[in-house]
């Protein structure tokens, strides 16, 4: 076992300060000289054709620089299929959609032209429902796809499948078999920092976008397509990413806006903002897709897993983002959350005219695992055996290969189920009529990375002052999560040198080497091998050269220190013998022999090496690039193979409710979470992590759901829209970690962002079952569905 | 969101000139329901005229009974040193408005003013026989709070009226009230409310006051409920009854908040949650 200086070790945020003082700067807070607003026209039905739009009122207000439509600009498309458009020209599909924008010198003046466009439609049939949109002779949202060919259905044409094993056989030899179907809804990301971008032109066309993104590389090749379609093709996007009031999946595609205010810049000469209000964000940004899982799973007498069938239907909304990939995260749990040899997978997404969806936390992981989740309880009960009992017998081990091809390398799920049993002390349950009940699900979720992309790597660049500071160059987001912290403890750990000394520069693609986003849980994995590879370079360099410098520099510290100290007798030791690079050790800013005397003066400040190294003819500075990509494979989701991650993350998480069976509320009394992270980096901010990814795990259990009736958002505020509050957190959480100290991951770490959410809300439905005896079916888990469950469970018992 | 102009009198009298003068202008206390439907653009007024620095609005003054000016914020109510032992179920009510931001800004008269079903104040008012001062620079009158609430939104105010303040009784030692909110958070919108305050002789109910908030159109008295209990000893059969006839007494709507169906049966858990609690029988 190593002994780490940093890692494991709690340290403070190096973006905390700045934040609880108020100065960080956040997009709302940056403003650039000459800086004009932006507003955009949205749709006024969610299917229609547009007929006539009237711009000459708005030109005509004073202060308006600027109006755009799709028929004043070039066209330019976006989105994981490239079915959307900046601005819509024929044909709206969803109440967000963009039809005009505007620039003016103030954003009142911005809304108010934005209220004197007028708009001619002709109303089409709507789709709210993905069974509606699939009912023959439907309406089609596309008439056409991207390559112009004729579309016939509202299928989104992307793929996801998987089978394996012999399902007819697994069914046979099931004694116990449980069917269910499962919903979750849509709901929101609610970042506090809503989204925004500032866009500057400058004199030779190159473009700056200060964006609100998790994936400023990604979205520079986005806006370098657009200048193309601009007719600027060869100039450059630079992508600048301000301080990030939260992510959650909401910046993992770029958005209609960020182009928008890229066409306004470009039409005005001027720097144009557009930041959403809060109510913009609710109606106008995508959220997590609503879901419908049907799944069925069977056992043999032993209560061992003989097959899993599961069909997925998602509502994909009108366009599609990079959200419409949800299918390939929960292939994962499908295929390889405990031992299962014979599974069945497909996941339809279809077009409908409700918002478009996009990435949230967990990526269709939280989705699946609800279904999965609950279900696997129907079946230990169905099979007599205790919902303990019956995951431990299948629990995934160590050093295993799933259906899918995932190779696990290192897995505590066992002894996160042990864990949380301990800790809700299960075996000793509540009597009936109590109404209390204790409930567990486990998750298995991407910890290395996650390819599904054709690069899934993270560059990084060191490069060391004079001073001994050393300047990090990291392509990675910090949006809240805690990246700069644990990328600051890796680089002091593996370089040798002190937290403080370590300074994590801003995200840019000016500066930064690529790296393709932080998402996926992947953002520590990626950035603390990245700076575990640089620094080894740097230490390879440093102890190189040493092998020259050292001794010249502490022969000066010998003669300094004999002047003040004539009688001083330096050891017997021949310091130019020693100074071989793989003697020499570098901690906390000092390079020293190994195993050599250990007097003050052999050791010397990695400072005054870097100086002398520096200054002289032919000098040389210490500036490192690495690119680190990790080992994992793109998948093929078509047939639903490929070992997307480098190694996997575990978890259980335990609930104990007590259900209030008149008002049918649920008070959560208490809930533990064991999470196997391979290694804690940072306690603090893995806490962090786990608390607020249990918040919003409860949020999803409890509250959460955008609503839409026809299509348009019934819920745009927090009034309307709840999440939790330090009220609903009023129980005691108690997380453990598992430190399984993986092969692949820097110091061992995991990556830990989703998975605390993802098992959170089938655990407490699990416990109200054990409370109370009723099965809930979709979430949110409401008061009003669990008295309508139990109504309708006395009248079965009656 | 429209343009409006903004005044400040310093007195009632300034107040009512301005809006002589501008008919269609809003009066504005707290401001956090007005300007909340001025940014949705569902109210645009050519201008508001506040209320926040006329003093004698701004006063609690206990003298027997109380009379609290309509500017009172929600958290000068919850702060004030003998509000809470004279009257703690108006206190129990104004810490379950809003949130501590808004507790600070919003004020009673406002809130009673906004009309919403959902009004947290009205309900302890409402139990509590409060009256309300309404004047014009002409006229002054005293109603009963139970009058002043017309329909969502509209209140028993004339176009010129203020609200100035309310005004209540000494409550009876015998006495004992409580309020009960259920929302889907505990920072909500109440999906069903209920204040209820009863005067016990012995086993006997001499009087019961009960009033349900976001299940009608406007915040309720159940007088049928009331009528039910005063003069009979309470058993647990007539808590029953009284529960049912509350149930069917509220006009509840579904919302995104609650279906209607859900209210009704939350206003019934209250009731029995609330006589009981009154009664000494349990723990709300």
Same mark, same amino acid.
């Given at each position: 076992m190593t002994n780490f200086h940093y890692i494991g070790k709690e340290a403070s945020r190096p973006d905390g300060p700045d934040k609880a003082a108020g100065k960080a700067v956040y997009i709302q807070d940056l403003q650039r000289p000459g800086m004009l607003y932006g507003k955009i026209k949205f749709s006024d039905f969610p299917h229609a054709r547009i007929k006539h739009i009237d711009t000459s009122k708005a030109e005509r207000l004073t202060g308006v620089r600027a109006v755009i439509t799709a028929t004043n600009t070039p066209e330019i498309r976006l989105g994981f299929l490239r079915d959307n458009f900046a601005l819509k020209k024929d044909k709206v599909r969803q109440y967000r959609d963009e039809i005009a924008a505007v620039a003016a010198i103030d954003p009142e003046i911005a809304e108010e032209a934005i209220e004197l466009i007028k708009v001619e439609y002709e109303p089409l049939p709507g789709l709210f429902s993905p069974h509606e949109a699939m009912k023959e002779g439907a309406p089609?949202?596309?008439?056409? #796809?991207?390559?112009?060919?004729?579309?016939? #259905?509202?299928? !989104?044409?992307?793929?996801?499948?998987?089978?394996s094993g012999d399902l007819e056989a697994g069914k046979r030899a099931a004694k116990h078999v449980v069917e269910g179907t499962f919903t979750t809804p849509m709901v929101q990301q609610c970042c506090m920092g809503t989204a925004? =971008?500032?866009?500057?032109?400058?004199?030779?066309?190159?473009?700056?976008?200060?964006?609100?993104?998790?994936?400023?590389?990604?979205?520079?090749?986005?806006?370098?397509?657009?200048?193309?379609?601009?007719?600027?093709?060869?100039?450059?996007?630079? !992508? /600048? !990413? +301000?301080?990030?009031?939260?992510?959650?999946?909401?910046?993992?595609?770029?958005?209609?806006?960020?182009? /928008?205010?890229?066409?306004?810049?470009?039409?005005?000469?001027?720097?144009?903002?557009?930041?959403?209000?809060?109510?913009?964000?609710?109606?106008?940004?995508?959220?997590?897709?609503?879901?419908?899982?049907?799944? /069925?799973?069977? =056992?043999?007498?032993? &209560?061992?897993?003989?097959?899993?069938?599961?069909?997925?239907?998602?509502?994909?909304?009108?366009?599609?983002?990079?959200?419409?990939?949800?299918?390939?995260?929960?292939?994962?749990?499908?295929?390889?959350l405990y031992r299962i040899s014979n599974v069945y997978f497909n996941a339809q997404l279809v077009y409908t005219n409700n918002t478009y969806c996009q990435a949230m936390r967990g990526y269709g992981n939280p989705e699946f695992t609800w279904a999965l989740e609950s279900n696997l309880d129907e079946l230990a009960e169905e099979a007599g055996i205790d919902p303990f009992d019956f995951r431990m017998l299948n629990s995934n081990k160590p050093n295993e290969t799933t259906p899918m091809g995932l190779k696990i390398s290192t897995c505590g799920l066992k002894e996160c189920l042990e864990t949380v049993a301990q800790k809700l002390n299960w075996k000793k349950r509540y009597k009936k009529g109590k109404h209390r009940g204790k409930g567990l699900a486990?998750?298995?979720?991407?910890?290395?990375?996650?390819?599904?992309?054709?690069?899934?790597?993270?560059?990084? /660049?060191?490069?060391?002052?004079?001073?001994?500071?050393?300047?990090?160059?990291?392509?990675?987001?910090?949006?809240?999560?805690?990246?700069?912290?644990?990328?600051?403890?890796?680089?002091?750990?593996?370089? &040798?040198?002190?937290?403080?000394?370590?300074?994590?520069?801003?995200? #840019?693609?000016?500066? =930064?080497?690529?790296?393709?986003?932080?998402?996926?849980?992947?953002?520590?994995?990626?950035? =603390?091998?990245?700076?575990?590879?640089a620094a080894n370079k740097l230490r390879d360099k440093i102890f190189g050269l040493a092998e020259v410098f050292y001794p010249q520099e502490v022969e000066k510290n010998l003669k300094k220190l004999k002047k003040k100290n004539p009688n001083y007798k330096p050891p017997d030791f021949d310091v130019i013998k020693a100074a071989r690079r793989e003697n020499f050790e570098l901690q906390d800013g000092?390079?020293?022999?190994?195993?050599? +005397?250990?007097?003050?003066?052999?050791?010397?400040?990695?400072?005054?090496?870097?100086?002398?190294?520096?200054?002289?003819?032919?000098?040389?500075?210490?500036?490192?690039?690495?690119?680190?990509?990790?080992?994992?494979?793109?998948?093929?989701?078509?047939?639903?193979?490929?070992?997307?991650?480098a190694t996997y993350a575990f978890g259980t998480q335990g609930a104990e409710v007590e259900v209030d069976t008149e008002t049918g509320e649920v008070k959560i009394l208490?809930?533990?979470?064991?999470? #196997? !992270?391979?290694?804690?980096?940072?306690?603090?901010?893995?806490?962090?992590?786990?608390?607020g990814a249990i918040a919003q795990g409860i949020g999803y259990a409890f509250y959460e759901e955008l609503l839409s009736k026809q299509g348009k958002i019934l819920n745009p505020n927090f009034r309307d829209y709840k999440i939790p509050r330090v009220y609903e957190m009023n129980f005691p959480i108690e997380l453990e970690f598992i430190e399984s100290n993986d092969k692949f991951g820097p110091f061992g770490a995991k990556g830990v962002a989703e998975p605390g959410l993802v098992p959170t809300a089938p655990a407490i439905a699990n416990a109200i079952y054990d409370a109370i005896g009723v099965r809930i079916h979709d979430l949110p888990i409401t008061p009003d569905k669990v008295l309508a469950a139990l109504k309708k469970l006395k009248q079965t018992k009656d | 969101m429209k343009r409006f102009n903004y005044y400040k009198p310093r007195s009632l009298d300034e107040a009512w000139e301005l809006k002589e003068k501008i008919p269609d202008a809003l009066f504005i206390a707290g401001g956090t329901d007005i300007l909340v439907g001025i940014k949705n653009g569902e109210l645009y007024p050519p201008a508001l005229i506040s209320l926040r620095s006329i003093p004698e609005l701004n006063s609690i003054k206990i003298n027997g009974g109380a009379h609290i000016g309509a500017l009172t914020t929600i958290s000068d109510l919850i702060h004030h040193p003998a509000l809470y032992n004279i009257y703690p179920v108006l206190v129990e009510a104004a810490k379950r408005l809003g949130s501590v931001q808004i507790r600070n800004v919003a004020t009673i008269g406002g809130n009673l003013c906004n009309c919403s079903p959902c009004a947290d104040m009205a309900l302890p008012l409402l139990v509590l026989d409060a009256k309300v001062r309404l004047q014009t620079a002409k006229k002054n009158r005293e109603i009963p709070i139970d009058e002043f609430f017309k329909g969502p939104?509209?209140?028993?105010?004339?176009?010129?009226?203020?609200?100035?303040?309310?005004?209540?009784?000494?409550? *009876?030692?015998?006495?004992?009230?409580?309020?009960?909110?259920?929302? $889907?958070v505990r920072m909500d919108l109440a999906i069903a409310s209920l204040a209820a305050l009863?005067?016990?002789?012995?086993?006997?109910? @001499?009087?019961? $006051?009960?009033?349900?908030?976001?299940?009608?159109?406007?915040?309720? $008295?159940?007088?049928?409920?009331?009528? @039910?209990?005063?003069?009979?000893?309470?058993?647990?059969?007539?808590?029953?009854?009284?529960? @049912?006839?509350?149930?069917?007494?509220?006009?509840?709507?579904?919302?995104?908040?609650?279906?209607?169906?859900?209210?009704?049966?939350?206003?019934?858990?209250?009731?029995? *949650?609330?006589?009981?609690?009154?009664?000494?029988?349990?723990?709300?």
């Open positions: 089609l949202v596309h008439e056409r #796809d991207p390559q112009g060919n004729s579309r016939t #259905d509202n299928l !989104v044409p992307l793929q996801f499948h998987h089978e925004g =971008c500032i866009a500057e032109f400058d004199m030779n066309s190159n473009l700056t976008v200060w964006a609100k993104t998790q994936i400023p590389f990604l979205a520079q090749r986005d806006f370098n397509r657009a200048l193309s379609d601009m007719g600027l093709a060869g100039k450059n996007a630079r !992508v /600048i !990413v +301000p301080t990030l009031g939260g992510g959650f999946g909401s910046g993992l595609d770029t958005h209609c806006y960020e182009y /928008i205010a890229i066409l306004l810049a470009f039409r005005t000469g001027y720097p144009v903002k557009i930041v959403y209000t809060r109510a913009e964000e609710f109606a106008n940004l995508s959220p997590r897709q609503s879901s419908t899982t049907k799944i /069925i799973q069977g =056992c043999d007498q032993n &209560g061992k897993l003989t097959f899993r069938h599961v069909e997925v239907l998602q509502d994909n909304g009108a366009y599609t983002s990079w959200g419409a990939t949800y299918p390939s995260v929960m292939m994962m749990p499908a295929t390889s486990s998750l298995i979720h991407v910890g290395g990375g996650a390819r599904i992309y054709r690069s899934d790597a993270s560059g990084l /660049i060191l490069k060391l002052d004079d001073f001994g500071n050393v300047n990090v160059y990291h392509g990675g987001v910090e949006m809240g999560q805690g990246l700069h912290s644990v990328l600051t403890m890796a680089v002091a750990e593996a370089l &040798g040198v002190s937290s403080k000394r370590v300074l994590i520069n801003p995200t #840019d693609t000016g500066t =930064c080497p690529w790296d393709v986003g932080t998402h996926a849980s992947r953002g520590a994995f990626m950035a =603390c091998n990245a700076a575990i590879l000092f390079i020293f022999i190994k195993d050599g +005397p250990q007097e003050s003066w052999l050791r010397l400040e990695l400072a005054r090496l870097l100086r002398a190294i520096h200054f002289r003819n032919q000098g040389q500075m210490f500036t490192t690039e690495v690119f680190y990509d990790p080992p994992n494979e793109l998948p093929d989701f078509k047939k639903g193979f490929g070992n997307i991650s208490k809930m533990v979470a064991a999470h #196997d !992270v391979g290694k804690v980096l940072n306690p603090q901010a893995l806490k962090g992590q786990m608390y | 939104g509209e209140t028993n105010l004339t176009p010129n009226e203020i609200l100035t303040g309310i005004v209540l009784e000494s409550p *009876r030692k015998s006495a004992k009230a409580i309020f009960l909110k259920k929302g $889907r009863m005067e016990m002789e012995g086993e006997k109910c @001499q009087k019961a $006051r009960l009033a349900a908030g976001s299940v009608a159109p406007v915040p309720l $008295r159940l007088f049928k409920v009331e009528a @039910q209990l005063e003069g009979t000893t309470i058993t647990d059969k007539l808590v029953a009854e009284a529960q @049912q006839l509350a149930a069917e007494s509220v006009a509840p709507i579904t919302d995104i908040r609650a279906t209607k169906e859900y209210r009704r049966q939350i206003v019934s858990v209250l009731v029995k *949650r609330a006589l009981k609690n009154i009664l000494g029988w349990s723990q709300a």
